[in-house]
């Protein structure tokens, strides 16, 4: 089991630093930044069926349902002139409390931002925490949301494991019957696989992320380590930018995408759904994907996928965000269904 060495490593962090670490159970949610709330909600609810499991306040944001929960994704209120994206990922701990998790990272060189800039979670090696009000869906007393930036600045929020985005003070109570989506969806997710963050260093988020959430090394795409979160075959993606076209201006760190799972995955029945949804097929373009667009790339054994390739496929939603659905085997290795990981 995935725990065994990330409890093991731990135990063997903790006794080489002195420090202490945040050891992660599962990926929570993602939140979405998105320029037409109402749309967003349709897309996802249309081609999901997502219940919506909780509501931030009348003018805030929803949570839609992955699966049987507490996973979900977070749509805000929608801005045309924003930009879209995915804004924030959340992870959780066992026994969460405000004062622990930010003494830990504290330790690691985390510090509590002063000031509003910086974003959501207050910049690079930055820590912030909100309070969710009642009226935005929390506890009468108030609900903690602790976010950070890593080291290049990506927002990461951290919560107890219960937590659904609701109402609590861990934000654990949801309605025990989700609002239902209108329509039954045409693909059902069943949990969230992986989150690719596009990072400046990749060397240096390794060295963070392993040191302060003990994560190990689940498998390698190639030269890109994937770094296991809990147990259950879910992970991190640490891929460096690369370089960027002739003339662009410089890439910036990013969550490039989320991965969902589903079951029974087959990549051209995928495809033949998505296309009836209106999310027709890339084909032979290049450059940017564009929203609606859909493709299948494949991962060769020199990526660790299969000899004989591991198809990855990938789609993107009304504003252009990029999503991935794999099978619920997958944890981002070799083999057919990219099921082969240590374990």
């Known amino acids: 089991m995935l725990s065994v060495p990330a409890l093991a490593a731990a135990s063997r962090l903790r006794a080489q630093s002195g420090k202490g670490t945040l050891p992660v159970r599962f990926l929570s949610h993602l939140t979405l930044t998105v320029t037409d709330h109402k749309r ?11 219940p919506i499991q909780s509501r931030q306040g009348p003018t805030g944001g929803i949570g839609l349902q992955i699966g049987s929960g507490p996973q979900f994704i977070f749509i805000g209120a929608g801005n045309p002139n924003a930009k879209p994206e995915i804004n924030h990922y959340c992870m959780t701990v066992d026994h969460f409390n405000v004062d622990r998790v930010l003494g830990i990272l504290e330790e690691h060189g985390v510090t509590k931002s002063e000031g509003g800039g910086g974003g959501l979670g207050g910049g690079p090696m930055k820590s912030r925490v909100r309070i969710r009000s009642e009226a935005q869906g929390g506890a009468k007393e108030g609900t903690p949301e602790l976010y950070f930036g890593d080291p290049d600045g990506l927002t990461v929020q951290l919560q107890d494991t219960t937590y659904c985005g609701g109402a609590g003070v861990l934000g654990e109570i949801c309605p025990a019957k989700p609002e239902p989506s209108p329509t039954k969806g045409l693909i059902h997710l069943e949990d969230l696989s992986h989150f690719t963050l596009s990072v400046s260093d990749p060397a240096k988020s390794l060295e963070f992320y392993q040191s302060v959430f003990a994560m190990p090394i689940q498998a390698h795409q190639g030269p890109t380590p994937l770094l296991g979160v809990g147990s259950g075959g879910q992970f991190l993606t640490l891929a460096g930018m690369g370089a960027g076209r002739a003339g662009a201006p410089p890439r910036k760190a990013a969550i490039n995408h989320v991965s969902f799972r589903m079951k029974n995955f087959n990549p051209d029945k995928v495809l033949k759904t998505l296309a009836d949804f209106g ?10 994907v564009g929203p609606l667009k859909s493709y299948v790339s494949m991962r060769m054994e020199n990526r660790g996928g299969a000899k004989e390739g591991t198809p990855e496929l990938y789609l993107t939603d009304p504003d252009g965000i990029l999503l991935q659905i794999q099978d619920m085997s997958y944890c981002g290795g070799a083999g057919p269904m990219g099921e082969i990981c240590r374990g």
């Open 40 to 50: 967003s909600i349709e897309f996802y609810q249309g081609l999901f069926g997502m």
């Open 279 to 288: 999310v027709t097929p890339r084909g032979d373009a290049t450059g940017p």
